[in-house]
């Protein structure tokens, strides 16, 4: 974000055309990335459910970006400089837009980021993400440059993460034709939407614009029959607004640390080859193996109806699911 824009000025700025953040949204990628959305941003319609503002990690990322740039300057013995003014080459549509964080002196562009803790080791463990690979895409082809030195941060250790990428011209001829489209689309009230996603899909979860673009449907469940009333108390208290949000960011962070235990674990039984106790980095690490019993009551009551009746006895119960 500009130091001469204020957070309104830099969002009209953005719906006037695509810029390297949207890739996500405009080619579809994970996590998050739907094409409804974006046209959504790009008319300016209102969100149904708006973001806090200003939202804490573009200020982060804003004020530690010259200390990414420091850093980077250090470790990899280069020099940056503000791009103020950029020649953009003829080819690009104007609808193609955005600001570069800095140019390398005698090289290309120059991209900083920061991370929070978990996302930094994702990074670190996967490499750069797709939908950040097609931003810094963005970036080398609106600079006309072949190259583009990518730095993240993680301010909790100060660790910093550094990759050369290079120019994929490919990649950019597909979101010139990607990009053609949607923008046409944008502009044309009438045109048709790309198709929704699924209502219970992660990017809809999360989406500022789900009720206006799935209604009711973002309440239905798999079990729920299609024409069966959904009767809701809404509410938007900041306070349970809050509370939802926080706890829907902490599934996700779960989800996908159970994802990347489950793929430790199992590189760990592939170096490990036997079940055994071991003691790795001084901690203690069991492989057993043994069998399991388990009473299977689908059958028993199948076969003994009379039986399980008498043996069952009812409890009253509550259920608290965040869907």
């Not at 810029?19 to 405009?26: E, V």
């Not at 990335?33 to 990690?57: A, H, M, N, T, V």
């Not at 809701?232 to 902490?250: F, I, N, S």
């Amino acid at each position: 974000m500009s130091d001469s824009l204020n957070r309104e000025e830099w969002l009209e700025e953005r719906r006037r055309g695509i810029g390297g953040s949207d890739w996500m949204n405009a080619l579809s990628l994970e996590p998050y990335g739907c094409q409804r959305q974006l046209i959504y941003d790009k008319r300016g319609i209102e969100p149904d459910f708006p973001e806090d503002q200003p939202e804490g990690y573009l200020t982060r990322g804003h004020k530690l970006e010259p200390l990414v740039v420091e850093e980077a300057e250090e470790k990899l013995g280069i020099k940056c400089r503000r791009q103020t003014r950029l020649a953009r080459p003829d080819w690009l549509p104007k609808w193609w837009i955005g600001n570069i964080d800095r140019m390398v002196v005698g090289g290309g562009v120059f991209e900083a980021k920061t991370k929070n803790p978990w996302v930094f080791r994702k990074l670190k463990a996967g490499g750069i993400p797709l939908y950040e690979f097609a931003q810094m895409q963005h970036y080398m082809a609106l600079a006309d440059r072949s190259d583009c030195v990518y730095a993240a941060l993680e301010p909790c250790s100060w660790e910093l993460y550094v990759d050369l990428l290079n120019r994929d011209d490919e990649l950019i001829e597909k979101m010139l034709l990607a990009g053609d489209w949607l923008w046409d689309i944008v502009q044309d009230e009438g045109a048709t939407l790309p198709e929704r996603l699924d209502s219970g899909s992660k990017q809809c979860k999360r989406c500022p614009w789900r009720w206006h673009c799935q209604g009711d449907a973002i309440f239905s469940s798999n079990k729920a029959k299609a024409d069966e009333p959904v009767e809701r108390r809404l509410l938007t208290e900041p306070g349970m607004v809050e509370l939802a949000r926080e706890v829907y960011q902490l599934r996700e962070i779960v989800a996908e640390a159970k994802e990347r235990l489950e793929e430790l674990t199992a590189a760990a039984k592939k170096a490990l080859g036997e079940p055994g106790k071991y003691a790795i980095d001084g901690h203690p690490v069991n492989w057993l193996s043994y069998t399991e019993r388990r009473f299977q009551t689908g059958p028993f009551k199948k076969a003994h109806p009379d039986l399980y009746e008498k043996f069952t006895k009812e409890n009253n119960k509550e259920a608290f699911r965040w869907d």
